[in-house]
C-alpha cells in the first residue's frame, strides 16, 4: 500500500524488473539497482480517465462519487498549445465549452462559453479558481463601430507552466458551491506542487515557436485602381492612374474597378513611376511572430513540507509590427506540516505583464481595413511602410491628397511607427489555507486569499505635424483588489463497512474592495514634440478618477455526500448568500437568497448481480448520474441605489467657448425599489460507460438550465420618458447533450493509440422575457445596422435588420397586398440616402416597406473536436481536430472589399470574359462591364423611354427593364458599392453562416532516453517535441475568404468581424528537461 | 484541545460575517459619482445642450430637408430618390422624449420637492422651462401629428408607462394655453426675488422678460399653422398676443441657442461638408445682389459663387456629370463655418474659433409672421414695414453671426447693401404680390431651419418655380418629383407596450383622407396641414 505521498516498500532482488501501475498512469518498467530507494515518475495517461478530480472548494473527490460532469485536463496540455491565452489553449478539448478567439493580438481575450448564454446581461465568462482565488474575467475587445486596441482580461496574466490541472465544472450541480458568479461555470485551476524526491529537483522548459500570417481574405489580383478600364497618359506618355484609386473622392475611394494588371509601368498618383501589380498585404505588411516561453523551477518535498518555486519568461510578438506581450511570472507553492495537528498550503503568484501596441481590431487604423477599404489592389504597400514622415519637416507625409493617396501614411503607418501604446499588468494571486486535523475525522480549514491587480497604461503619440508637433500623451491606472476569507469544517466518517459520509458546514466573506481609476492626458498637443509627459500639455492636461465598484458577498453554506458500499452516492449542498449589490440605500428589502443542489450517482456495475452477468463481463464500468442545481445571483454593483438618479453627463461648450459641466439623469433607465435575486436551475442527467478492458468508454451528459428572474434592463416606449427601466424578469433556457468517447484501438507496451471524441449540441432559448416586451437587444454590428437579439420564445442572438434585402409584395390600388409571380423577389429602387453613379439599387427592407427582418442566429449549433494520440515507445505523435458548425458571422471586411472591388467577389461582370453586359452609359460611353441586377422594381420607380419620357417600372423585373430599353445595365463598379457601401449597402450580404473544422494541432515529441547520458549529467527526463498549431481550416462556409475566428470582442453576444488579423498558424519546438 | 476551542471560534467568527449588518451592506452600494439631486438650470442647460442633435443634422437637416427645400445639393448633385423619404428622416422625435423634454419635465419635479420659499423663487425658472418644453413639443408634433404630450414623462414619478396621445388640434391648444400661463407668469412682479438660470440658460441668459417675447412670438408662430383649420382661433391668438407689452423688437431678442466653437465638431455628424449651394438660390441672390449670398455659401476655387442644379435629371446629364467629377469642381460649398464654426477650411486659416448658433425662431421670422398677417388683414399690421423690417432683421442676423462664427475673409454687410437690396425689383414691397414675397424672404431666412422653410412651404405654397424666388422644377427619370409633406410613421409591433393607444391615435389620423395610404406615407399631411 502506498501512503499519501506515494511511498511504499516492496523486497525485490537486484536485478529484478519492477513494473509499475497505477490508474490513469502509464506502466513503468524498472531494473532494481542497488539503491534501497527508487524514484519512479510516472507519466499520467490522459486517455484513461481520471479517478480523482478536483471539485467543489477544490477538494479531491473520487470521479466515483461525483453526480455531474466534470472535465479535467493536465497543465501539460495547455502548455503545449504555445498559447498566452489558457482559454485559447482550451479549444476542442472540452464538450459543452465554446471558445472563440480574439484578433487583437496575444494580449486579446478569448470568448469561452461553457453550456451556452445564461445571462442576458452579464459576460457569461466562467469564474476562474486558482488555488482557491476567485478571478473573474471580464469582456474586452471593440464596440460595433470596430476600432479599438484589445489589451485583453486577466486571463492572459494566467501561467499554465504552473498547473497541475485545470477542471472544468459546468453543471450548477459541480458549481453552485461558488455561487452567483459561478453561473458561467467554473474553470478550477490547481497549482503544482513539489514532489516528493531526494534533495533538490529542478526542471526547465523551453519553447520557440513562430506564428505566420498565411491567408487573407480573398483578394483579386487581376484589376488595379480607379473605374476606368483603361489609362489616360500625360504629356509624356505615362500611363496615369485613375484617380477615383485615392482614399480621398466625396464620398468614396479606393477602387479597384481600374485596368487589368500586366506588370508595366504606371505613373502613381504621388507621381512615382511602379510596376502595375498587385500588392501582397501578407508579405507587405505581416511579419513573423515569435512566442519564447522559458520556464524554470525548482521543487522539493518531504514528507512534512514541500515546495515549488517557478519562475517563467514569455516573450510574445504578433504578426503585426510593434505588437508584443512580455510576461513575467513567479510562483511559490509551499506546503507544511507544522504538527500533527496543524498544516498549511500556501500558494503565491505574481506577474508582470507588458503588452505593447495590440492591433486595432478595426477601422482606418486596422491594416487588413485599410488595405481592403481605403485603396485598391495596386497601392504600393511595401513603400509607404518605409516612406511615412515628411523627411524634410518632419511629421506625417504632407499634403495628403498628392503625396499620401491611399491615406496609408496617415491612418497606418505613422501612428504604427510613431504612436507606443503599452499596459502594464502588476497581478497578484496569494492563498494560505491553515487546516487543522481536530480529530481524525474532523478538520478545519481556514483559507484566506486576495487577488490584486493594477494596470498602468501609458498612450505616446509622436505628433503628426510639422516637426512632429501636435502629439498627445495619456497615462491611466487602475486598481481592483478583491479578498475571500473562508472556514470549513469538515466531517469524514465511515458509519460502518457499506456506509461512510462527508459532511462540510462553512462560510465566507467575499470582497471587491474597488480602487481608483485614474485618466490623465495632455490636450491642444504636446509643448515640446516629443517629450512625453503630462505637464508638456499645450493646453492645461485633464485628469478624471474614477473608482472601481465595492461589491460584497457573505455567504454560509453545508455540503456533502454520503456513499454506500461504493456504489450509490448521494450528494447535496445549501448556500445562502448575503449580497451588498442587492442592498437598497433605505436597507429594505430581502438581500439574501438560499439555493440548494442534489445528485445522485449510481455505480450500477458494481451490482453483484451484474457483475457475474454476461453483459457484466464486457462492461467493466457503468455509472448512471443525475443532479439538481440551482445558483442564485445578485445585480451589478450599485443598481439598486443609482438608476434613475444624477451624475456629470458631459460638459457645454458655451459661446466664447466657455465650458460648463452639465448635471442632469445618470441615463434613461427607470430603477426599480423591490428587486431580488436572480435564480438558475439546472437537471443533469448523465452515463458513464466503460467496455472492453477499459478500452472503449463512453460518458454522454444531458442538461436542461434556465435562469429566471434575471435583473434587466428593458425597453419601455420613450415617450415615457425612460428608455428601459430595471426588472426580475425572463426565463432563459439552455438544453443540450455532450458526448465524451474515448478509445484505445492499439495497447501494447511499446505501441499506444489512444483516441477521444468529444460532442456538443446547445440550444439557447427565450422561454419568456417580460410582459409587454418582445425582445431585447443584445449586441451591435456594422455600427448600428444589425443587431443581435433575444426574442421571447426565439433562440438567443437572433440577427435582425432593416438593411436586408427587401422583398416585394405586389399591392392593389388600396394599399392591399395581392399575390403575384414576382412577390418574394429582391425589391430594386433608388436609394434614399443615394447611390454611386445615381443607379438604381437593391433595396433595403426598411426603406422599402419600414420592415426589419431577421437574418438568423449566431449560436453554433454543434461543436465537434477529437484528439488522437499515438506512441511509439519514446515517440509520440498528437493531432487534434475540431470543428464548430452553424451560427452566424458578420463581417464588414467582406463587406469593404465588395464595395471597392479588392475582393474576389467583384470579378463577375467587370468585362466580358467575366460575364459583363456591353451598353451604353448615360454619359455615351460604350461598356462591357453591365451587370443586371436580379430583382423587381418597386412601386413608383421610373425609367426613361427613347424619347425621355419618364415610364413606370413597378413590378417589372429589371431584366425586363433592360430589354424595354427603359433602364441600362449597372456598371460593376456601382453595382458592388451600391450593394455594400455605408449610405446604400445591404449588410446581409456580408452576413453567413460560419461553420469550419480546423486542424488545431499537430504535435510531434520524444523522449531521450537519459541513460545513455553520462552520469555527471544529472538529468531525469529529456524531452523534446515539436507543435504546430491553428494550421489549416480542413473546411470552413466563411465568405469572402473572412477569418472564421475573427472576432472583435469576447462579448457574450459578438458575432461580427472588422478587419482584425488574417488567419495565423504557428509552429515550434520545446524542449524540456528535469533534474 | 484548546486549539479546538479556537478553531471553533474561528468557525463562528467566519459564520458570523455571513450574517452580517446590513448597513455595512447599505454603505458598500452607495456609488460616491451619484447625485440624489440636481439644480434646475442643470436640467435646463442639459435640455438646451440638446436642442440640435448631431444625427438630426446628419440625415433630417444635411440630407433632407436642405436639398428638398433646395438650399443645397449633394456632392454630385441631387440622386434620382432624393426626394423619397428616408428611414432616418425624423430624429427630432427621439430628441424630444430621450433628450430634450427629460430634463425639462424634471424642472417642476425638482422644484415641487424644494421648500416652500426655494419653491417661490423658482416660478420664472418654472415658466421658462415650459416655454421651451412647448415649443419642443409644437416642432415634434409639426410633422408627426398626434404625439403623447400630456401623458409623456411620468415613468419616473410613478406615471403611466403607456401615455395616451394627444392630437395636434388639442396639443396646440394646449401648449397656447400653457405658454400664455408661463408668459403672464414672467411678466407678473414675484413677491420673492426670483433665481434665474443665468449662464445656464444658453439663450438668453436667464433675462425673463426676453422669455415672455420669445412665448409671445413663438404663440404666433403656432397659431399660423391653424391658418386652413381655424382662422378664427388664428386672429383670436394673434389679437390676444399683440395686445401684449413684450414683444421682440430687434435681433438681439431672437430666441437663438449660442455655442463655442466645438460644441458642433466638425469632425462629426454637425460636418456640412460635400453638400454644394444650389443653382436656383445662388443665381436669385447674384442677380439681387443679396448679402446673404456670401454668408450662405463660398466661393468656388475661381472666386465665384456657382450653384450646383437641383433638378436630378438636370445633375445627370453628361457636362454636369463632369464637373461634378472635376478635380476642381465649380460649385461653391455651403459656408462650413456657419454650421461648425471650428472647420478647418483649407485657406489657410486653420481651425476655426469662433461661435456657432441654432435658430428657433428669430425677430426675423417674427417679422414675417407680423407682415403676413397685417398683408392677410388678420391684424391691422402694416404689412410692408414688416416685411422690410423682416428682411432687414435677417440680413443683419446672418451678418452679426457670419462674425462671430469668424467666417474666414467675412466682409461684413454694410446699411446700404441693405437699402439697395430693398430697392430691387422683385424685393421691393408689392401689396399684389405681398403673401408671397413675404413667404420668399422668410423662406431665404430660413437657411438654417429648413424645417420651418418646409412648414411656410406647405402652408402658403411658396416658394414653387414661379415665385419670386423660382425653385427648379425637380425631375427624375422623367417624372416630377414631389417632396414629402410629413415624417413616416411606423406603427409598434402588436406586442409593444403601448400598441393600443398608438394604433389609436393613427386610426384617428386616418380618418381624415389626407392623411395619406398608412402611418408611414410621408407624402400624406398631418392635421395642420389642410389642403
Same mark, same amino acid.
Given at each position: ?13 537486484? =536485478?529484478?524488473? @519492477? ?77 459543452? +465549452? ?9 494580449? $486579446? ?36 463601430? #470596430? ?16 498547473? %497541475? ?11 453552485? @458551491? ?22 533538490? =529537483? ?115 510578438? $504578433? +504578426? ?31 506577474? *508582470?505583464?507588458? &503588452? ?39 511629421? &506625417? ?133 516629443? /517629450? ?29 455526500? *454520503? ?17 451588498? !449589490? ?64 444624477? #451624475? ?63 435583473? /434587466? ?16 424578469? =425572463? ?14 484501438? *492499439? ?27 418582445? !425582445? ?18 426565439? %433562440? ?102 465588395? %464595395? ?78 451600391? /450593394? ?68 472583435? !470582442? ?26 | ?59 433630417? &437637416? ?16 441631387? =440622386? ?44 420664472? %425658472? ?264 423682416? &428682411? ?34 422683385? *424685393? ?91 402611418? $408611414? ?11
Amino acid at each position: 500500500m502506498t501512503d499519501d505521498l506515494g511511498h511504499f516498500t516492496i523486497k525485490a532482488n537486484a =536485478g529484478a524488473t @519492477l513494473v509499475f501501475s497505477s490508474v490513469s498512469f502509464q506502466t513503468r518498467e524498472l531494473r532494481v539497482g542497488n539503491d534501497n530507494t527508487l524514484n519512479v515518475q510516472m507519466e499520467t495517461n490522459s486517455k484513461e480517465l481520471s479517478e480523482v478530480v478536483v471539485t467543489g472548494f477544490g477538494t479531491r473527490t473520487d470521479t466515483r462519487k461525483l453526480s455531474y460532469a466534470v472535465t479535467q485536463i493536465k497543465g501539460s496540455e495547455l502548455v503545449a498549445t504555445n498559447n498566452v491565452n489558457i482559454g485559447n489553449a482550451l479549444q476542442g478539448k472540452v464538450a459543452g +465549452v465554446t471558445i472563440a478567439q480574439g484578433t487583437g493580438g496575444p494580449s $486579446s481575450s478569448s470568448r469561452i462559453q461553457i453550456r451556452g448564454n445564461s445571462s442576458l446581461t452579464g459576460t457569461n465568462e466562467p469564474l476562474i479558481v486558482i488555488d482557491g482565488v476567485l478571478i473573474e474575467p471580464n469582456t474586452t475587445g471593440a464596440d460595433s463601430w #470596430g476600432s479599438n486596441q484589445d489589451f485583453g482580461n486577466v486571463v492572459k496574466n494566467l501561467n499554465p507552466d504552473d498547473y %497541475e490541472s485545470i477542471n472544468v465544472l459546468k453543471g450548477s450541480a459541480a458549481s453552485s @458551491l461558488y455561487g452567483s458568479k459561478a453561473l458561467g461555470g467554473v474553470i478550477l485551476i490547481t497549482t503544482k506542487k513539489g514532489r516528493t524526491r531526494k534533495g533538490l =529537483g529542478a526542471s526547465v522548459s523551453h519553447t520557440e515557436s513562430f506564428d505566420k500570417a498565411y491567408k487573407l481574405l480573398d483578394l483579386q489580383n487581376e484589376y488595379g485602381g480607379g473605374i476606368s478600364p483603361n489609362f489616360a497618359t500625360d504629356a509624356q506618355g505615362n500611363r496615369l492612374v485613375d484617380p477615383t484609386a485615392t482614399y480621398f473622392p466625396v464620398p468614396n475611394g479606393g477602387y479597384s474597378f481600374g485596368p487589368k494588371f500586366d506588370g508595366k509601368p504606371v505613373k502613381d498618383l504621388d507621381g512615382r513611376i511602379i510596376p502595375w501589380k498587385p500588392n501582397d498585404p501578407l508579405k507587405d505588411f505581416f511579419e513573423t511572430g515569435k512566442y519564447i516561453n522559458t520556464n524554470a523551477a525548482i521543487e522539493a518535498a518531504s514528507e512534512t513540507g514541500s515546495f515549488r518555486f517557478s519562475y517563467t519568461n514569455l516573450y510574445n510578438t $504578433s +504578426v503585426v509590427p510593434r505588437n508584443s506581450l512580455n510576461k513575467n511570472t513567479f510562483a511559490l507553492h509551499a506546503t507544511q506540516k507544522l504538527s500533527s495537528f496543524l498544516s498549511v498550503d500556501a500558494s503565491v503568484n505574481y506577474t *508582470i505583464n507588458k &503588452v505593447a501596441n495590440p492591433i486595432n481590431q478595426g477601422g482606418n487604423n486596422n491594416p487588413i481595413f485599410t488595405f481592403m477599404y481605403n485603396a485598391p489592389r495596386s497601392a504600393d504597400i511595401a513603400y509607404y511602410k518605409t516612406h511615412y514622415a515628411d523627411p524634410v519637416n518632419g511629421g &506625417v507625409l504632407k499634403s495628403a491628397i498628392s503625396a499620401d493617396p491611399y491615406y496609408f501614411a496617415h491612418s497606418l503607418f505613422f501612428p504604427l511607427y510613431n504612436n507606443d501604446v503599452t499596459r502594464q499588468e502588476n497581478y497578484l494571486l496569494a492563498n494560505l489555507d491553515v487546516r487543522a486535523q481536530i480529530l481524525p475525522w474532523l478538520t478545519f480549514l481556514v483559507r484566506t486569499n486576495i487577488n490584486a491587480y493594477n494596470d498602468y497604461l501609458e498612450n505616446k503619440q509622436r505628433g503628426s505635424g510639422v516637426g512632429y508637433t501636435g502629439g498627445y500623451y495619456e497615462v491611466d491606472q487602475s486598481n481592483y483588489k478583491n479578498t475571500r476569507v473562508q472556514g470549513l469544517l469538515t466531517a469524514t466518517r465511515e458509519i460502518n463497512k457499506d456506509l461512510n459520509f462527508n459532511f462540510t458546514v462553512g462560510g465566507e466573506t467575499y470582497r471587491n474592495l474597488g480602487g481608483p481609476q485614474q485618466t490623465s492626458k495632455t490636450n491642444g498637443g504636446l509643448s515640446t514634440p516629443g /517629450l512625453f509627459f503630462i505637464g508638456n500639455s499645450i493646453q492645461p492636461a485633464t485628469t478624471v478618477v474614477n473608482y472601481t465598484p465595492k461589491l460584497r458577498t457573505d455567504a454560509v453554506y453545508a455540503y456533502g455526500d *454520503i456513499s454506500w458500499r461504493n456504489m450509490l452516492t448521494l450528494n447535496a449542498s445549501l448556500r445562502t448568500d448575503w449580497s451588498s !449589490s442587492l442592498t437598497y440605500a433605505d436597507a429594505h428589502g430581502k438581500n439574501y437568497y438560499i439555493y440548494p443542489s442534489v445528485g445522485v450517482g449510481w455505480i450500477f456495475s458494481e451490482l453483484p448481480s451484474f457483475k457475474n452477468s454476461k453483459v457484466g463481463s464486457i462492461i467493466n464500468y457503468g455509472k448512471l448520474r443525475a443532479s439538481l442545481g440551482y445558483t442564485g445571483s445578485s445585480a451589478p454593483a450599485y443598481l439598486t441605489n443609482n438608476a434613475g438618479l444624477y #451624475g456629470q453627463t458631459g460638459t457645454f461648450n458655451g459661446a466664447g467657448n466657455t465650458n460648463i459641466p452639465i448635471y442632469s439623469f445618470n441615463g434613461n433607465t427607470l430603477g426599480n425599489q423591490n428587486l431580488v435575486n436572480e435564480m438558475a436551475r439546472e437537471i443533469e442527467v448523465g452515463a458513464e460507460i466503460r467496455f472492453l478492458d477499459n478500452r472503449l468508454g463512453f460518458d454522454v451528459a444531458w442538461y436542461k438550465k434556465n435562469a429566471f428572474n434575471q435583473i /434587466l434592463s428593458l425597453n419601455t416606449n420613450v415617450e415615457t420618458g425612460v428608455s428601459n427601466r430595471t426588472i426580475n424578469a =425572463g426565463n432563459i433556457q439552455n438544453q443540450g447533450i455532450e458526448l465524451l468517447l474515448t478509445a484505445q484501438p *492499439i495497447k501494447s507496451k511499446n505501441f499506444n493509440w489512444n483516441m477521444t471524441f468529444n460532442l456538443t449540441h446547445n440550444r439557447n432559448k427565450i422561454i419568456s422575457l417580460y410582459p409587454g416586451v418582445t !425582445s431585447l437587444d443584445l449586441e451591435l454590428g456594422f455600427g448600428a445596422d444589425v443587431v443581435a437579439r433575444a426574442y421571447a420564445g426565439k %433562440e438567443y442572438g437572433t440577427l435582425s435588420t432593416g438593411y436586408g434585402f427587401a422583398s416585394y409584395q405586389a399591392k392593389d390600388g388600396s394599399g392591399n397586398p395581392v399575390s403575384n409571380a414576382n412577390n418574394g423577389k429582391r425589391v430594386i429602387g433608388a436609394a434614399p440616402n443615394g447611390s454611386t453613379g445615381d443607379y438604381y439599387t437593391f433595396l433595403r427592407s426598411q426603406d422599402y416597406d419600414g420592415s426589419r427582418k431577421d437574418i438568423g442566429n449566431i449560436m453554433p449549433n454543434i461543436l465537434a473536436g477529437t484528439i488522437q494520440e499515438v506512441s511509439y515507445k519514446n515517440l509520440s505523435l498528437n493531432i487534434q481536430v475540431d470543428s464548430k458548425f452553424g451560427g452566424l458571422l458578420g463581417s464588414a471586411t467582406s463587406q469593404y472589399g465588395l %464595395e471597392t472591388g479588392n475582393g474576389k467577389g467583384t470579378l463577375f461582370g467587370r468585362d466580358k470574359e467575366h460575364g459583363g453586359v456591353a451598353f451604353t452609359d448615360k454619359s455615351g460611353v460604350s461598356r462591357n462591364d453591365g451587370i443586371i441586377p436580379d430583382g423587381v422594381f418597386a412601386a413608383g420607380v421610373h425609367g426613361t423611354t427613347a424619347t425621355g419620357s419618364g415610364v413606370d417600372l413597378g413590378g417589372m423585373s429589371y431584366a425586363d427593364a433592360v430589354t424595354k430599353g427603359f433602364v441600362t445595365p449597372v456598371p460593376a463598379y456601382a453595382y458592388y458599392e451600391n /450593394l455594400t457601401q455605408w449610405s446604400s449597402g445591404i449588410r446581409e450580404v456580408s452576413i453567413f453562416e460560419n461553420s469550419w473544422v480546423a486542424l488545431r494541432q499537430v504535435s510531434i515529441g520524444y523522449n531521450i532516453p537519459v541513460k545513455s547520458f553520462n552520469k555527471k549529467v544529472p538529468v531525469t527526463s529529456l524531452r523534446v517535441s515539436i507543435t504546430g498549431r491553428n494550421l489549416m481550416y480542413l473546411y470552413k462556409t466563411a465568405k469572402d475568404g473572412v477569418n472564421p475566428e475573427g472576432l472583435y !470582442s469576447n462579448r457574450a453576444a459578438a458575432f461580427m468581424e472588422y478587419g482584425g488579423l488574417p488567419m495565423i498558424r504557428s509552429l515550434g519546438a520545446t524542449i524540456n528537461a528535469s533534474f | 484541545m484548546k486549539l479546538y476551542k479556537y478553531v471553533l471560534a474561528l468557525l463562528v467568527l467566519v459564520t458570523a460575517l455571513g450574517s452580517c449588518k446590513k448597513s455595512t451592506f447599505v454603505d458598500l452600494n452607495i456609488d460616491p459619482t451619484t447625485l440624489l439631486s440636481v439644480d434646475p438650470k442643470q436640467q435646463f442647460l442639459q435640455a438646451s445642450a440638446k436642442l440640435p442633435n448631431d444625427f438630426e443634422y446628419y440625415y433630417d &437637416v444635411y440630407r433632407s430637408l436642405m436639398p428638398w427645400m433646395q438650399y443645397s445639393t449633394g456632392a454630385s448633385g441631387n =440622386g434620382s430618390g432624393f426626394t423619397n423619404p428616408s428611414s432616418h428622416f425624423n430624429y427630432r422625435y427621439g430628441n424630444f422624449y430621450s433628450n430634450v423634454g427629460v430634463p425639462l419635465s424634471d424642472i417642476p419635479k425638482l422644484i415641487a420637492k424644494m421648500s416652500s420659499s426655494d419653491q417661490a423663487a423658482r416660478v420664472y %425658472e418654472n415658466s421658462i422651462a415650459s416655454i421651451y418644453k412647448a415649443y419642443y413639443a409644437f416642432y415634434v408634433s409639426d410633422i408627426n401629428g398626434s404625439i403623447p404630450y400630456t401623458q409623456a414623462f411620468q415613468a419616473r414619478y410613478g406615471g403611466t408607462l403607456t401615455p395616451s396621445y394627444d392630437s395636434q388640434a388639442m396639443l396646440f391648444d394646449t401648449l397656447d394655453a400653457q405658454i400664455k400661463k408661463a408668459v403672464t407668469t414672467l411678466e407678473t412682479v414675484q413677491p420673492v426675488t426670483q433665481l434665474l438660470y443665468g449662464t445656464y440658460d444658453p439663450f438668453y441668459g436667464g433675462v425673463a422678460l426676453q422669455w415672455a417675447k420669445a412665448g409671445n412670438a413663438l404663440r404666433l408662430k403656432i397659431a399660423m399653422r391653424l391658418m386652413k383649420r381655424d382662422a378664427n382661433k388664428l386672429k383670436s391668438i394673434a389679437t390676444d398676443v399683440l395686445a401684449d407689452a413684450n414683444q421682440m423688437s430687434a435681433i438681439s431678442d431672437s430666441w437663438v441657442l449660442s455655442v463655442g466653437s466645438s460644441f458642433a465638431d466638425a469632425g462629426g455628424n454637425f460636418n456640412p461638408s460635400g453638400f454644394l449651394a444650389s443653382q436656383p438660390i445662388v443665381n436669385f441672390m447674384l442677380s439681387k445682389a443679396d448679402p446673404r449670398l456670401r454668408i450662405y455659401y463660398r466661393k468656388n476655387g475661381k472666386g465665384q459663387y456657382v450653384g450646383s442644379p437641383t433638378s436630378p435629371d438636370t445633375a445627370k446629364l453628361p457636362a454636369y456629370q463632369a464637373l461634378y467629377a472635376a478635380k476642381d469642381t465649380p460649385f461653391s460649398p455651403l459656408q462650413h463655418r456657419l454650421f461648425t464654426p471650428n472647420f478647418n477650411e483649407n485657406d489657410g486659416f486653420g481651425v476655426g474659433n469662433g461661435d456657432g448658433f441654432y435658430p428657433v425662431l428669430t425677430y426675423a421670422e417674427y417679422c414675417f409672421i407680423r407682415a403676413e398677417l397685417g398683408a392677410r388683414a388678420i391684424t391691422g399690421d402694416a404689412a410692408a414695414t414688416w416685411y422690410a423690417k423682416g &428682411v432687414t432683421a435677417s440680413i443683419n442676423f446672418y451678418d452679426d453671426r457670419a462674425i462671430k462664427a469668424k467666417v474666414s475673409a467675412y466682409t461684413p454687410v454694410s446699411a446700404a447693401e441693405i437699402t439697395a437690396y430693398l430697392a430691387m425689383p422683385g *424685393i421691393a414691397y408689392d401689396p399684389t404680390k405681398g403673401i408671397e414675397q413675404i413667404a420668399c424672404q422668410a423662406y431665404l431666412d430660413f437657411y438654417r431651419q429648413p424645417s420651418e422653410a418646409w412648414a411656410w412651404w406647405k402652408r402658403t405654397g411658396f416658394p414653387n418655380t414661379t415665385s419670386i424666388v423660382p425653385w427648379s422644377p425637380l425631375s427624375s427619370n422623367g417624372n416630377i418629383a414631389t417632396l414629402t409633406r410629413r415624417a413616416s410613421l411606423n406603427l409598434a409591433d402588436p406586442g409593444d407596450a403601448n400598441y393600443a393607444n398608438q394604433k389609436a391615435a393613427y386610426d384617428a389620423m386616418a380618418s381624415d383622407p389626407d392623411f395619406g395610404t398608412g402611418p $408611414s406615407d410621408a407624402f400624406g399631411r398631418v392635421w395642420w396641414d389642410k389642403k
